[in-house]
């Protein structure tokens, strides 16, 4: 058996593992080449672990839109509240702000109710002013009367403790003659009746004083509270008249709803007009072009102002001509309606289109402008268009709603795997 096994290995084998002239040589582990290849891959691990660690990721919620005329936007000015319409303050042609003052409204029935709330103001003050005066008057006297009457009772309570003294003594003197047999027991039961008396004009005279501090008291608080009415009503005609005074105030004036020029008056001057008229029109905006994006329903909270977006035109290929771009300027609160879609877009088919998954929300996207571009607008990734953009044109945008590194989605992958 022992022989078997040493026939496993070969004779030239054995010698050379029993020369120790072997022991000298090198015992070569891989090629140069295995270690150019493992070089590169530390090279392609590390490159990965940067690029993890540095790079982002956008995350991107796409849609269709069209390019439109930022001041082609008509805006109606309306008024708040019933009156007649007065003089303008601003022609046909001219440049306004929002909120500039364009036109006047008469309101004749506000105007007279506050002229009575401040006649009623100025009745309250005069009245409020009497009775004050009056009010003083005759606490002033209820004082006078209470300190006369005051001094009168303490007299009283000083008299009626010394005659209780005095027939306390009494008393005591006649039980001790009346024991001795001395005195009579009517003589005894008179001094008691003399001490019973005074011990109830002193109780009488006590409970006066008592009673007159109430009186100051109740009167002091009737005072204040006459006074407090007084107030209430005061306050709350004060508070009518601000009221008033505010609705004629923003009320009566028609004020601008955007910056632009104003355009029609919708209303003749001079006439009466219903709260909500229209009284003219404003064209909004710069001129300058911007671009309605229009996204799915699912996609339209995620998306806030100044978001960045990326537009590749129809008929412009992003591999030459780059993508316009621009930002967010406001999305709708709700959901866009077919039409109020018609209305910007005057085309069904492109409101279809725009809406094949459902009523879309509406992104205005205001276009980044370069001088140095043809267009008058910045592009991304190429040279842009060689002539000046216009309105109608359709395109797909992308907006980046968010921006990760590359790391951030391998951690819940390690984590998993790792089990922390």
């Given amino acids: 058996m022992t022989e078997q096994k040493s026939n496993l290995f070969r004779q030239e084998a054995l010698d050379r593992l029993s020369s120790p002239e072997q022991l000298d040589e090198a015992i070569v582990i891989t090629s140069s080449g295995s270690w150019i290849a493992a070089v590169g891959v530390l090279l392609l691990l590390a490159t990965f672990i940067v690029w993890a660690f540095t790079a982002h990721i956008p995350t991107r919620i796409q849609g269709q839109g069209i390019l439109f005329s930022g001041g082609g936007q008509v805006v109606d000015a309306i008024s708040s509240a019933p009156g007649t319409l007065l003089r303008p303050y601003v022609k046909v042609g001219d440049k306004v702000h929002k909120g500039d003052v364009i036109a006047e409204i008469l309101q004749p029935d506000i105007a007279a109710k506050l002229d009575v709330a401040k006649a009623q103001a100025k009745a309250n003050q005069d009245a409020y002013d009497a009775m004050r005066n009056q009010q003083a008057a005759l606490i002033n006297a209820k004082k006078a009367n209470a300190e006369a009457r005051k001094a009168s009772l303490e007299a009283q309570i000083k008299a009626a403790e010394q005659r209780h003294a005095a027939y306390e003594k009494l008393v005591s003197a006649q039980e001790k003659l009346s024991a001795g047999g001395i005195t009579t027991a009517a003589a005894l039961q008179q001094a008691r009746e003399q001490l019973a008396n005074a011990t109830l004009d002193l109780a009488t005279a006590r409970t006066g004083l008592l009673t007159l501090a109430a009186e100051q008291l109740s009167m002091e608080s009737d005072a204040q509270r006459v006074r407090f009415e007084q107030d209430q009503k005061t306050r709350a005609t004060e ?80 591999e030459q001509w780059g993508t316009l771009v621009g930002h967010v300027r406001s999305v709708s609160d709700f959901p866009a309606t077919r039409e109020g879609m018609q209305a910007i877009l005057q085309n069904d088919g492109l409101v279809s289109r725009f809406s094949k998954e459902g009523s879309p929300f509406g992104v205005i996207v205001e276009l980044d402008h370069d001088a140095t571009t043809v267009s008058g607008y910045r592009w991304s990734g190429g040279t842009g268009a060689l002539a000046n953009l216009s309105a109608g044109t359709t395109g797909t945008a992308k907006v980046t709603i968010d921006s990760r590194k590359p790391v951030s989605f391998l951690l819940p992958f390690i984590r998993k795997v790792s089990g922390a």
């Avoid at 003219?280 to 799915?296: D, H, N, Q, R, T």
């Fill in 239 to 318: 508070a009518e008249i601000r009221q008033l005074e505010f609705q004629l105030s923003a009320y009566g004036k028609i004020t601008s709803p955007a910056d632009g020029t104003l355009v029609e008056w919708k209303t003749p001057f001079g006439a009466f007009t219903p709260a909500a008229t229209r009284i003219a029109s404003v064209a909004s905006g710069k001129g300058s072009l911007e671009f309605m994006l229009y996204v799915p329903p699912a996609q339209g909270k995620r998306i806030e102002p100044g978001m960045p977006v990326y537009i590749e035109l129809g008929g412009m290929q992003k």
